[in-house]
């Protein structure tokens, strides 16, 4: 996947619109991640009412405030607009995470040709080795939500157990995070314990009553005394 935009220029839709412009720049921001590429323009009504939606749906996976560790989820706009201004409209209601092909960029097309877009919108899927996972994603993204991103996983083959939606993380039962040093704690008493026992049998000491009740179970149960 990330070979499809090697020696591109990829945008980010911040403030500055700063480029991602280098073969290490493409590969840590797309690596190892879905692509979803969003084919649309401002001037198509439908486009302008999934927005919002795709907005919120990509927000709710890679925000900090709706997950404690963003999913493996690029989004990239691929503008089907007819001019730069509306292309320019359009990104003010994708967020600012997002990623886009410059206007001048005749790439736009040639990937629209590539992956066969017939209709705006559509949403492409790409798995991390660039193979298609879904042609089109609006209807799934529109009915499940953040929720289909997890069979996205599972169909890539992408693993990232520390990916948690913050609803699931605050229904899943959690241990103390004091647990691990109380383990910990009680590990270090059990064998101090022992090292005690190790001691009063050879020599008597001051473990009368630990060294008496071993002896009783190697002897038989009498009393050693």
Same mark, same amino acid.
Request: glycine residues 6%; charged residues 35%.
């Given at each position: 996947?990330?070979?499809?935009?090697?020696?591109?220029? #990829?945008?980010?839709?911040?403030?500055?619109?700063?480029?991602?412009?280098?073969?290490?720049?493409? #590969?840590?921001?797309?690596?190892?991640?879905?692509?979803? #590429?969003?084919?649309?323009?401002?001037?198509?009504?439908?486009?302008?009412?999934?927005?919002?939606?795709?907005?919120?749906?990509?927000?709710?996976?890679?925000?900090?405030?709706?997950?404690?560790?963003?999913?493996?989820?690029?989004?990239?706009?691929?503008?089907?607009?007819?001019?730069?201004?509306?292309?320019?409209?359009?990104?003010?209601?994708?967020? @600012?995470?997002?990623?886009?092909?410059?206007?001048?960029?005749?790439?736009?097309?040639?990937?629209? =040709?590539?992956?066969?877009?017939?209709?705006?919108?559509?949403?492409?899927?790409?798995?991390?080795?660039?193979?298609?996972?879904?042609?089109? =994603?609006?209807?799934?993204?529109?009915?499940?939500?953040?929720?289909?991103?997890?069979?996205?996983?599972?169909?890539?083959?992408?693993?990232?157990?520390?990916?948690?939606?913050?609803?699931?993380?605050?229904?899943?039962?959690?241990?103390?995070?004091?647990?691990?040093?109380?383990?910990?704690?009680?590990?270090?008493?059990?064998?101090?314990? @022992?090292?005690?026992?190790?001691?009063?049998?050879?020599?008597?000491?001051?473990?009368?009553?630990?060294?008496?009740?071993?002896?009783?179970?190697?002897?038989?149960?009498?009393?050693?005394?």
């Amino acid at each position: 996947m990330v070979d499809l935009f090697i020696d591109r220029v #990829l945008v980010k839709n911040n403030k500055d619109q700063d480029e991602l412009d280098t073969e290490r720049e493409i #590969l840590v921001r797309l690596q190892n991640r879905i692509l979803m #590429l969003f084919f649309a323009s401002a001037a198509c009504e439908t486009c302008q009412q999934f927005a919002p939606t795709l907005s919120d749906f990509f927000k709710r996976l890679t925000d900090e405030f709706y997950v404690d560790r963003s999913a493996q989820l690029v989004l990239l706009y691929i503008s089907m607009d007819q001019s730069e201004e509306q292309q320019e409209s359009f990104l003010k209601e994708l967020p @600012k995470k997002s990623l886009f092909l410059a206007y001048e960029d005749p790439y736009r097309r040639e990937l629209e =040709a590539m992956f066969n877009v017939e209709e705006l919108p559509t949403v492409v899927v790409l798995r991390p080795d660039g193979s298609i996972l879904t042609s089109n =994603a609006v209807e799934e993204i529109v009915h499940l939500g953040p929720g289909c991103y997890r069979n996205w996983q599972e169909a890539a083959e992408l693993i990232d157990r520390n990916f948690m939606i913050n609803e699931d993380f605050e229904q899943k039962s959690m241990r103390s995070f004091s647990d691990p040093v109380r383990r910990i704690k009680y590990r270090v008493k059990d064998e101090k314990k @022992k090292k005690k026992k190790g001691r009063g049998w050879g020599g008597g000491g001051d473990e009368g009553g630990e060294v008496g009740d071993v002896r009783d179970d190697r002897d038989g149960g009498g009393s050693p005394w």
